[in-house]
């Protein structure tokens, strides 16, 4: 298990940028380092089902997007700094949402929520018209 920590949401106006980042929180005796997993993020809007957005490798070599932001977002990852980050561009009042990012150990990348075990508690990213 790995204890994550979501920061760096906001208020954007449409057009705006915003940098999301996941640290791995705790003392390395009591979680793993971050590096051991792949890393996904995913949203959750006000009365809708939690969406996939991105997931990264282990180390970083391999992405996967979801369909409605591929062109505009970016996730990337410093395990080093046991931070992975979710780069946003071209914000639209559609991606509101609070966003999550989460971690598994399953060996692949995947967008499948339930195949994450670790989850932060999520940052709100808010995008006005």
């Known amino acids: 298990q790995v204890r994550l920590v979501e920061s760096g949401g906001g208020l954007v106006e449409a057009g705006g940028s915003l940098r999301l980042s996941c640290v791995a929180s705790?003392?390395?005796?009591?979680?793993?380092?971050?590096?051991?997993?792949?890393i996904g993020w995913f949203r959750q809007a006000p009365g809708k089902e939690r969406e996939f957005v991105a997931a990264?490798?282990?180390?970083?070599?391999?992405?996967v997007y979801g369909e409605s932001v591929k062109t505009r977002f970016i996730i990337s990852r410093e395990n080093a700094k046991n931070t992975a980050y979710l780069q946003m561009n071209g914000l639209k009042p559609e991606d509101t949402a609070v966003y999550y990012c989460?971690?598994?150990?399953?060996?692949?990348?995947?967008?499948?929520?339930?195949?994450?075990?670790?989850w932060g508690q999520g940052t709100q990213v808010t995008v006005s018209s």
């Open positions: 705790g003392a390395p005796l009591s979680g793993a380092p971050l590096s051991r997993y792949y």
């Open positions: 990264i490798s282990t180390g970083g070599s391999s992405t």
């Open positions: 989460a971690a598994s150990d399953l060996g692949w990348i995947t967008e499948v929520t339930t195949n994450y075990h670790s």
